[in-house]
């Protein structure tokens, strides 16, 4: 590497974390986040015995895993303004991304569900829990443990995916390489140092997983 | 176990003394149960009076455990009635609301032949779960009442334990302190000990028993006959769903009336 080229690196981490801190990660918490709730939402109601609860549930997951993600932003931020919904980048993107989280999340939820013991059901009946008792208090704590490594792999996905944002003009890490990139012309470097920076911010979360199975593990037999 | 009497969920009185004044603590009557086109139970009628061990004994597959599970609402009939101690008469065809169950759920507690402790919970916490959410009483009361419980089973250096770290044998009499705690009027155990190592029966049946002896009304299924013959006060031979012959022990297993229940004992009895 020579030195106008490292210099360059250099001068454009400050604008790619800038880009990723204002960007990439609060866009995607805010649509894990929403996309967890709604990914519970989704899971209960597939777990409904009530059959049209469920398969209003089934049909969600199936269009949201169905179709690509880049269409389903393309859909909100360039197709709903022609029915007069006309939505900022920022809230385009969330609701996107969110909805997209949702339907996979759910089916992770489900499952991690499903894998609690009936016994534990029985337990909580036995001691007189309501349904959404036994879930909060019994189900759902055993549930989490289970989905946390499904989940991580869906938020750091998630994290990757928000760089299509840089589509819908959202200002992220990777619109702000994309500018650089073309106003340098050095498309081989910034790129890599954009993918570098994702990397980062994966493994940091990699790690964060680690923590969070220790802590749920603690009354697992090792 | 500790010499000094722990405060003690009040419902279980002198077993003389209740007979008189409230004879049946609960009544069956018709009870049916099937699972899609299996009949389970065909038509099952039960008395059992305060301060009566029942033990239930039957092949497998027999029904027994279903009447227990039904018993505490975990399975729903299809028909028939049941009555715990003079509450509303719960009738299963229609099937009843989910509040007239919880009131079928308050009156007894069950414990599970697996345990079904709640592993994220520790020993103290299984305990009290149930009196301080669902119940609603006083945290440092329930507390206080669970630990006299566990010192009780030997278990109070085990209260800040998670059910991992307890062997079979200890899990199972959490189990039976967590259905304590809940002061039901009948106490259900589903085979408690089939899920046991051998060396590890002795401990949770010897608790079952002083429950036995200290008046507690109890529905016990199980295999082991001679626990049955030393602990029950009335023994039910269930087979094919329904109930083939009830009385006391002694005369159930030394002269069985039914050739079903004689033919079930000689089974167990000289096995090959």
Excluded at chain 1, 136 to 145: D, K, M, Y
Excluded at chain 1, 187 to 202: G, H, K, R
Excluded at chain 2, 33 to 45: A, M, P, W
Excluded at chain 2, 170 to 184: D, K, S, T
Aim: hydrophobic letters at 45%.
């Amino acid at each position: 590497m020579n030195e106008s080229s490292w210099e360059l690196f250099v001068s454009s981490l400050g604008p790619l974390v800038l880009g990723a801190i204002t960007g990439t990660i609060p866009l995607a918490l805010s649509s894990f986040a929403i996309g967890l709730v709604l990914a519970l939402a989704l899971a209960l109601m597939r777990l409904s015995r009530q059959r049209w609860i469920s398969n209003i549930a089934r049909v969600y997951i199936s269009l949201v895993r169905g179709t690509p993600l880049l269409v389903q932003l393309y859909v909100i931020f360039y197709g709903l303004p022609s029915l007069g919904i006309v939505l900022d980048y920022w809230p385009s993107a969330i609701i996107a991304f969110s909805i997209n989280v949702g339907g996979y999340a759910a089916e992770v939820i489900r499952a991690a569900i499903l894998s609690v013991p009936k016994g534990q059901w029985e337990a909580a009946y036995m001691v007189g829990m309501s349904r959404s008792r036994t879930l909060s208090r019994i189900i759902l704590p055993q549930a989490a443990r289970v989905s946390v490594p499904p989940l991580s792999n869906t938020f750091i996905s998630l994290v990757k995916d928000t760089s299509l944002a840089s589509l819908v003009l959202v200002t992220e890490l990777f619109r702000e390489a994309e500018q650089i990139a073309a106003f340098s012309q050095e498309f081989m470097l910034i790129y890599l140092e954009a993918a570098l920076v994702y990397w980062v911010i994966c493994l940091v979360l990699s790690t964060g997983q680690g923590f969070l199975e220790k802590r749920l593990d603690r009354y697992v037999a090792r | 176990m500790s010499p000094a009497d722990p405060p003690r969920p009040p419902a279980p009185q002198g077993v003389a003394q209740s007979r008189a004044d409230a004879p049946a603590l609960l009544t069956v009557r018709g009870l049916q149960k099937s699972f899609g086109t299996t009949r389970v139970l065909e038509s099952i009628d039960l008395t059992v009076n305060r301060g009566t061990v029942l033990a239930l004994i039957g092949p497998s597959g027999s029904g027994k455990t279903t009447i227990l599970r039904c018993l505490n609402g975990l399975d729903l009939a299809d028909g028939g009635t049941i009555d715990v101690a003079g509450y509303a008469t719960l009738t299963f065809d229609p099937a009843p609301g989910k509040k007239q169950l919880t009131t079928l759920r308050d009156r007894s507690a069950m414990v599970f032949q697996h345990y079904n402790l709640f592993p994220h919970k520790t020993v103290l916490e299984n305990v009290i779960e149930g009196p301080v959410i669902v119940q609603k009483r006083n945290r440092a009361e329930v507390t206080a009442e669970a630990l006299a419980l566990l010192d009780r089973v030997g278990l109070t250096e085990k209260k800040d334990s998670y059910p991992f770290e307890l062997s079979g044998g200890q899990q199972q009499r959490v189990g039976i302190v967590r259905a304590l705690a809940l002061r039901p009027q009948l106490l259900l155990f589903d085979e408690p000990t089939s899920a046991l190592d051998p060396e590890l029966v002795g401990d949770v049946l010897r608790l079952i028993k002083e429950l036995a002896t200290e008046g507690w009304t109890m529905v016990i299924v199980t295999h082991e006959l001679e626990f049955a013959r030393e602990v029950a006060s009335e023994i039910a031979f269930v087979d094919g769903g329904t109930i083939v012959e009830h009385g006391a022990p002694k005369d159930l297993l030394r002269n069985p009336r039914e050739e079903r229940t004689r033919q079930f004992l000689h089974r167990l009895l000289f096995p090959f």
